[in-house]
């Protein structure tokens, strides 16, 4: 995990869309957008990319389509070392904040926002 | 209808866009599942614009994704991991690896060829003691009978089994008169006469000597003449004695020795005689072509050319 590449925010969304459930290549992308109020719409060139990406560094696996999924489609799910990576990062992530807390840059308005 | 058309020309645009920006192992793997969510993601907008915006973003998105499934592609190919793959790959770095140490190469090599010889070997012999049947008639009915001497401990390589000692001349018959186990049986012993060659000189030539059912028991046929006949055979004191007066030549050896002449049958051995007098025997047959003595009975004599 020393040598693992930066998160970047669409493999960050990615590997959080998959944090409770297993999905397919759209539902990650519906579960993104809802979830960022439609400020994150991933491409499915982005979206494929990053999964032979996350694939590889075996942060995801396939699985087969569960039993009320739609079975046309490729379902992948989050492995323990893509669960490791999104706790760390996102304790990063808390990290920062809680810096630019102490530094008062948050208001209170941004900080319930964000 | 014109967000039917427009949503029909994205599609297209985002199927060739991808032939040309993706990697084709790429599409093979993602193709189908990019080309289900953009078909997805266009059929959620209405309007001609919104339709055209998504179908947009989409070809702008593939293209920011390419050049980088190209150099993952590269990579993947120095590494050796993309199309050189499996097979290929391992050949490519046993190569280079045996060209890089070549004492470990030539060991490699006289190991394996050591390995390939002592297989062979140990084929040879299992082939031809256990596999090949021996060139007779009932070759699967044929047993050694012999005498195994408690004294003795040594093993015949090529069996593994203790050797046979050959049988006294008082034991065969005891043998022959006790049986029931074998439908015939026939005892041989290697021997040499001395006779004159063509040119006078004289030579040992080896024989056989064996009892008259010899060659019945092996289904061999004469190929000129007649094999020996009961009467022409009694116990001597030792079988190796040659006392019966009649005598086979072997086909090699009719041709070498009287050039083939059909008329030698009925003529003794030795016209002119010599001192042995096994060789004032009378030729009464000749045995066929490709006969082969049997191996085992003569151990390191010489294969007869008389019998």
């Known amino acids: 995990m020393d040598d693992q590449p930066a998160v970047s925010g669409p493999l960050f969304h990615i590997l959080l869309s998959l944090a409770d459930e297993p999905r397919h290549g759209y539902g990650i992308i519906q579960e993104v957008e809802v979830r960022t109020g439609g400020r994150v719409v991933l491409g499915a060139g982005t979206l494929y990319s990053a999964i032979r990406r996350i694939r590889e560094w075996g942060w995801i696996e396939e699985i087969d389509a569960p039993e009320d999924g739609d079975r046309r489609r490729r379902y992948y799910r989050l492995t323990e070392d893509g669960r490791d990576v999104v706790r760390s990062e996102a304790g990063r992530l808390q990290s920062l904040v809680r810096q630019a807390r102490d530094k008062n840059v948050l208001d209170t308005a941004a900080e319930s926002a964000g | 209808m014109m967000t039917r058309v427009v949503r029909a020309l994205a599609l297209t645009a985002h199927r060739w866009l991808s032939i040309l920006v993706l990697p084709s192992a790429f599409r093979r793997e993602y193709g189908e599942e990019m080309e289900a969510i953009v078909r997805a993601r266009l059929a959620s907008r209405s309007g001609p614009l919104r339709v055209a915006k998504a179908g947009a973003t989409e070809l702008l998105d593939l293209v920011r994704a390419g050049p980088a499934e190209w150099r993952e592609t590269r990579r993947s190919f120095k ?229």
């Open chain 2, 79 to 307: 590494r050796g991991s993309g199309s050189m793959t499996g097979i290929w790959k391992d050949l490519g770095i046993a190569c280079r690896s045996l060209i890089k140490r070549p004492i470990l190469s030539l060991g490699v090599v006289l190991t394996i060829g050591l390995g390939i010889g002592a297989t062979t070997t140990v084929f040879g012999v299992v082939d031809g003691v256990v596999l090949r049947p021996l060139p007779y008639a009932n070759a699967s009915r044929l047993a050694q009978i012999g005498t195994i001497l408690p004294t003795d401990r040594t093993v015949d390589p090529r069996t593994g089994l203790q050797p046979l000692a050959p049988m006294t001349t008082t034991d065969f018959q005891g043998f022959v008169e006790r049986n029931r186990s074998f439908e015939q049986v026939a005892a041989t012993s290697p021997g040499r006469i001395v006779v004159r060659d063509g040119t006078g000189l004289e030579t040992f030539v080896p024989i056989g000597n064996v009892t008259e059912g010899f060659f019945r028991l092996l289904g061999v046929s004469p190929a000129l003449g007649r094999t020996f006949l009961p009467d022409e055979f009694t116990f001597p004191g030792d079988v190796d004695g040659l006392q019966q007066s009649v005598a086979i030549l072997t086909y090699g050896y009719w041709q070498r020795r009287y050039g083939g002449d059909p008329d030698i049958l009925g003529q003794p051995l030795e016209p002119a005689g010599t001192d042995d007098q096994a060789a004032r025997s009378t030729i009464v047959g000749i045995l066929p072509r490709g006969f082969q003595a049997p191996e085992a009975l003569y151990g390191s004599a010489d294969a007869p050319q008389i019998y």
